[in-house]
């Protein structure tokens, strides 16, 4: 199972809009709604952001949003902040009881 | 508050065995399927293995099927990894992570047990 492809980096402005995108195949992201989105600051674990594609936890910000179209599914961030900078990732369900995740994208704040 | 914390994490030398637990607290254990995630130094995430709810059922990726195993014990709140024929690309800190309800994601992680693979 190969990993979904995320860019590297990203960067924003405070208060600007940035989106990450996640690509994978039609066995993973286009075939389930099963992609969920996970921010990682450094030194610590990760936190769910998004999930089934489109969902958001209790407690996360409504300026985390997510879609999908096809194989390919984004997490936007709105009204940018200096604490969004961190690492995201993207996951897929992938299909007997297997999950892959995306590479990882460092969010830089400028 | 829920709360998932592994442990047994350490130096081992390849080829060897480790065990990692994972202890849980704060919700029903036998709500949820149970997972490990993995991450090498400096790199990203990677799903490892996978519990269900009663043990029955256990699932692995490719890079470590047949050299580990996963299992629960539901009266004590606890999982466990055993890793065998350890290689230096096992190298990573190993979350336990909690999935509800069969929901195909991840919702409560642990701090994480470094595991370190080295001669």
């Known amino acids: 199972q190969s990993a979904l492809t995320q860019p590297a980096s990203v960067s924003g402005s405070p208060g600007q809009s940035i989106t990450i995108s996640c690509t994978g195949t039609?066995?993973?992201?286009?075939?389930?709604?099963?992609v969920s989105w996970y921010q990682q600051h450094p030194g610590k674990a990760p936190k769910v952001m998004v999930y089934?594609?489109?969902k958001r936890p209790s407690g996360v910000s409504n300026r985390f949003s997510g879609s999908k179209s096809g194989n390919t599914a984004s997490l936007t961030i709105s009204g940018l902040q200096a604490e969004d900078e961190a690492d995201y990732y993207c996951?897929?369900?992938?299909?007997?009881?297997?999950?892959?995740f995306g590479g990882g994208t460092k969010l830089t704040v400028l | 508050q829920v709360q998932v914390v592994e442990s047994g994490g350490g130096v081992v030398q390849p080829g060897r065995s480790l065990r990692l637990s994972c202890v849980a607290s704060?919700?029903?254990?036998?709500?949820?399927?149970l997972h490990w995630v993995r991450q090498a130094p400096g790199k990203g995430l990677e799903w490892v293995a996978a519990?269900?709810?009663?043990?029955?059922?256990?699932y692995f990726a490719d890079s470590v099927q047949g050299r580990f195993a996963i299992s629960r014990d539901n009266s004590k709140n606890m999982m466990y990894l055993q890793m065998n024929s350890l290689r230096a690309e096992d190298t990573a800190l190993y979350y336990c992570?909690?999935?509800?309800?069969?929901?195909?994601?991840?919702?409560?992680w642990g701090q994480g047990a470094l595991v370190t693979v080295s001669s």
């Open positions: 992570a909690r999935e509800p309800r069969d929901s195909f994601y991840f919702d409560y």
């Open positions: 704060g919700f029903t254990f036998t709500c949820c399927t």
């Open positions: 519990v269900r709810v009663d043990g029955s059922k256990q």
């Open positions: 039609n066995s993973d992201v286009g075939n389930y709604n099963r």
């Open positions: 089934e594609d489109t």
């Open positions: 996951c897929s369900f992938a299909g007997s009881r297997n999950w892959v």
